[in-house]
């Protein structure tokens, strides 16, 4: 696989309005979107530094993986997002190194971008997303 550079930094926070303001208008980064992805319980709120985004994410319910998350583990880094040039070959490439993925095929995601999640104990801890643009 290639990878093409760093996509976004997810960030698992409790409430965009009280967390947002600080992405926007202390760091100033410019706003990109704020997208609800239905599938997987989340707003995502994404910002770009023009070399690489900051997701934020904010669960719709308790009972989502960012909801569990932040149950188990507070906010902060929740995973970091690497473009690949293709999704289908990364996948074939990760299944012949036994490295675990969350899904088989990858899902749409934030932006419309095709991604699959590395398991963070493959990883040495950290979530990894592998996304692919369209
Ligand atoms: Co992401």
Redesign the pocket.
Same mark, same amino acid.
């Given at each position: 696989m290639k990878i093409l550079g760093i996509e +976004?930094i &997810?960030i698992a926070v409790n409430d965009l309005d009280t967390n947002a303001p600080f992405w926007k208008h202390i760091l100033n980064i410019q706003h990109r979107s704020t997208e609800v992805v239905e599938d997987q319980g989340v707003t995502t709120d994404i910002y770009d530094t023009g070399q690489g985004k900051v /997701?934020l994410l904010e669960a719709t319910d308790s009972d989502t993986p960012i909801g569990k998350f932040i149950q188990k583990r507070g906010p902060g880094v929740h +995973?970091v997002?690497f473009e690949v040039d293709d999704i289908t070959k990364a996948i074939i490439e990760l299944k012949e190194s036994y490295i675990q993925i969350l899904s088989d095929e990858p899902t749409v &995601?934030?932006e419309g971008y095709k *991604?699959v999640f590395i398991h963070p104990k493959s990883t040495g801890g950290v979530l990894v /997303?592998l *996304?692919e643009k369209l």
């Open positions: +976004h &997810g /997701e +995973h997002c &995601g934030a *991604a /997303e *996304a």
